[in-house]
C-alpha cells in the first residue's frame, strides 16, 4: 500500500533546461536549469525566474548554469535547484518522499553518477535511480530496445551530444562528447563578433540559432534584427544577420556532432550497422531541431537520419515509461 502512495518523478537533467515527468500527468515542468545566488551563497530565484536575470544582474548576485556539459559542475547549488523543482510539482505538504529517477550523459563516470544520485537524494528523494541518456531517448521515442536488433539514437541537448547503438536493453557502442546547443551558441557569438563587431549576449544568440540557425545552406535565407553593443565604440547598434551566415558560424561545431557519429560507427559490428542502415538514424534533444540537421547527417554519413516525434520530450517521457515498468528496465538502471 505505501509502495502505492509514494510519487514517482522522472527528471532530465539537462545542461540547459530541465524537464519533470509525473507518470499519469506528462511532462508537468520545462524550465531553464539556472540558478540566481548572492554573494551570501543564497538561492535567490531558479528556473525561468533566474534566466531572465542572466546578463541582467548588479554585482552581489550571479545568474548561471549548476550543470556543465550534462553533469554537476556545482554540487550544492544543482541540490537545491532539484529540491526546488520536485517541491514545486508535488506541492510543499507532499508526505511521502518520492522516487526519483534521473537521466545521465553516455559517458558519465562513476563518480559523476554517484553525484547525481546523492544529489537527488538529499534533496528529499526516497530512493533514486539514473539512466543513461540515449536508453532514455529510445524509449521515449518509442524504439523497442530489448529486441535484438540494432537501432542508433543520437541525443543532442545543451551540454552534450550523446551516440549510442542500443540492442537488447543495452548500449553496445558510445559516444558522448561535449559540444552541443551551448557550444552553438558561443559559436554565434564568436561569428557575430569578428564579422560585425558586434558583441553580443547568449540568449539573442540561442534565438538566432532558433530561428534563422540551419546545418545546411539554403537557397531562400531567413533574415533576422539583432541588437548589441559595437566592439569599437562601445555604443549600442543594431544589424541584420542571414541564414546562411549562421551555418558558416556553425560549420567547426557541426563536424564535430558528425565526427562523434561516425566514431561510433567505427566500433559497431557489422550486423548491428546493416540494422542502422535499414532502419535509419533517430535523432532526440532539443539541438536536433536546428534545420536540415538529419539531412546533413545523411550526408556526411550515408545513412539516413530522422527526427523523433516531440524530440525535445523523448528523454522526459523516456523516464516516464522507465517508472512505470522499473523492474523491466532494471538491467539498465543505477541505483541507490
Known amino acids: 500500500m505505501l509502495q502505492q502512495l509514494t510519487p514517482k518523478i522522472g527528471i532530465d537533467l ?6 519533470v515527468y509525473i507518470p499519469g500527468r506528462g511532462v508537468v ?14 538561492v535567490l530565484a531558479v528556473g525561468s525566474d533566474a534566466k531572465r536575470m542572466i546578463g541582467r544582474t548588479p554585482e552581489n548576485i550571479r545568474a548561471y548554469r549548476p550543470m556543465k556539459d ?9 541540490e537545491a535547484m532539484l529540491r526546488y523543482f520536485m517541491r514545486k510539482v508535488l506541492g510543499r505538504f507532499n508526505l511521502f518522499r518520492p522516487d526519483v529517477l534521473v537521466s545521465v550523459p553516455a559517458g558519465v563516470t562513476s563518480t559523476e553518477r554517484r553525484a547525481v ?3 537527488a537524494t538529499k534533496a528529499g528523494a ?3 535511480y539514473i539512466i543513461k541518456e540515449p536508453i532514455l531517448a529510445a524509449i521515449g521515442a518509442g524504439v523497442p530496445i530489448y529486441e535484438a536488433q540494432g537501432h542508433m539514437i543520437v541525443d543532442i541537448g545543451g551540454g552534450t551530444t550523446d551516440v549510442a ?10 559516444n558522448s562528447v561535449k559540444c552541443a546547443g551551448n557550444r552553438m551558441d558561443a559559436a554565434i557569438v564568436d561569428y557575430i563578433k569578428k564579422t560585425r563587431n558586434l558583441a553580443i549576449g547568449e540568449k539573442t544568440a540561442e534565438d538566432i540559432k532558433v ?4 546545418a545546411l545552406p539554403v537557397d531562400e535565407e531567413l533574415e533576422m534584427e539583432i541588437s548589441g553593443i559595437d566592439v569599437l565604440s562601445s555604443l549600442p547598434r543594431t544589424t541584420e544577420v542571414r541564414t546562411n551566415e549562421i551555418v558558416r558560424a556553425l560549420h567547426r561545431e557541426l563536424r564535430q556532432m558528425v565526427q562523434a557519429i561516425k566514431e561510433v560507427f567505427q566500433v559497431t559490428p557489422p550486423e548491428l550497422a546493416s540494422d542502422i542502415i535499414d532502419g535509419g538514424i533517430i535523432m532526440t534533444g ?3 531541431q536546428l534545420r536540415n540537421f538529419p539531412e546533413l547527417v545523411r550526408r556526411r554519413t550515408g545513412v539516413r537520419a530522422q527526427l523523433a516525434d516531440q524530440a525535445l520530450f523523448c528523454v522526459a517521457n523516456g523516464t516516464g515509461v522507465a517508472l512505470a515498468h522499473l523492474d523491466t528496465y532494471k538491467r539498465a538502471i543505477a541505483t541507490k
Do not use: H
Not at 14 to 19: A, D, F, R, S, V
Not at 29 to 42: G, I, K, R
Not at 71 to 78: F, H, K, L, P
Not at 165 to 174: K, R, T
Open 117 to 119: 544520485i546523492e544529489a
Open 211 to 214: 530561428q534563422i540557425g540551419s
Open 165 to 174: 547503438v542500443i540492442s537488447l536493453g543495452g548500449i553496445v557502442a558510445a
Open 286 to 288: 532539443g539541438s536536433s
Open 29 to 42: 515542468l520545462n524550465e531553464p536549469s539556472v540558478v540566481a545566488v548572492s554573494d551570501a551563497n543564497e
Open 70 to 78: 550534462g553533469v554537476i559542475a556545482d554540487y550544492r547549488v544543482t
Open 14 to 19: 539537462g545542461t540547459t533546461n530541465i524537464l
Open 126 to 128: 526516497k530512493n533514486a
